[in-house]
């Protein structure tokens, strides 16, 4: 069974702080999706990397896909408190099936 | 605002009753999703359409009932429901069934089972 790891589970941080956070699995996927879910709502795609070693900025956020394609990570810079919300990753295997790793769950404190 | 619908936003039922969750997409997307979000768990692919027809069951209990009249419309038949079956129950949409395609969600459905 296929399995994304997302870590930390929860990160709690002061506004203007930097931050990562990771997607691991020991499997290759063709993608990977983040999604930013908040409270009350579904997730809300934020970007998509296709190929090994592709590293996407959306402003202060940085997304990097590992280079066997097993992997990503998600920087962001001088965190706000808008940027609170659960973070999720979704690899599409082989199989073009889409699997979601558990999240990690962020709170920037003001 | 995803253009994805969902209602209703909250429902409450016991284990004998019957109910429906209701999804709309107004992105004239080809495929539909049902995803269940429990507390601790990956979000789970339940079912999906694509062009009205059921491409994937991913062994959801029969108690789960969905329903695509057309391509704008995905229902999800609930009865005789498990306490354990409380969860987000999310509806997505997408272009067509390619597991890269960006997914709109709508708001969900929280389901509390009693």
């Known amino acids: 069974t296929q399995l994304l790891e997302q870590s930390p589970q929860f990160l709690s941080i002061q506004e203007g702080e930097n931050l990562t956070v990771y997607c691991n699995s020991s499997s290759v996927f063709s993608s990977l999706q983040w999604y930013r879910q908040e409270p009350g709502e579904g997730p809300v795609l934020l970007v998509t990397?296709?190929?090994?070693?592709e590293v996407k900025k959306l402003k202060r956020l940085t997304f990097q896909f590992g280079d066997a394609r097993k992997d990503s990570s998600l920087h962001i810079t001088a965190a706000q408190p808008g940027d609170t919300g659960l973070y999720l990753c979704a690899g599409a295997n082989r199989d073009d099936k889409i699997i979601f790793g558990k999240g990690t769950r962020l709170h920037i404190l003001p | 605002e995803t253009g994805v619908t969902q209602t209703p936003r909250h429902l409450v039922m016991g284990m004998t009753n019957k109910k429906s969750l209701k999804c709309e997409q107004h992105?004239?997307?080809?495929?539909m999703y049902w995803y269940k979000q429990s507390a601790k768990k990956p979000l789970e692919l339940m079912f999906v359409?694509?062009?009205?027809?059921?491409?994937e069951n991913n062994s959801v209990p029969s108690r789960f009932s969905p329903e695509c009249p057309n391509s704008s419309h995905l229902f999800l038949h609930l009865h005789t429901l498990q306490p354990e079956d409380s969860a987000l129950y999310l509806c997505a949409s997408s272009q067509d069934g390619q597991g890269y395609n960006e997914q709109f969600f709508g708001p969900g459905t929280r389901l509390t089972v009693l």
């Open positions: 359409y694509s062009l009205e027809e059921r491409v």
């Open positions: 992105l004239g997307h080809n495929a």
């Open positions: 990397v296709v190929t090994g070693g």
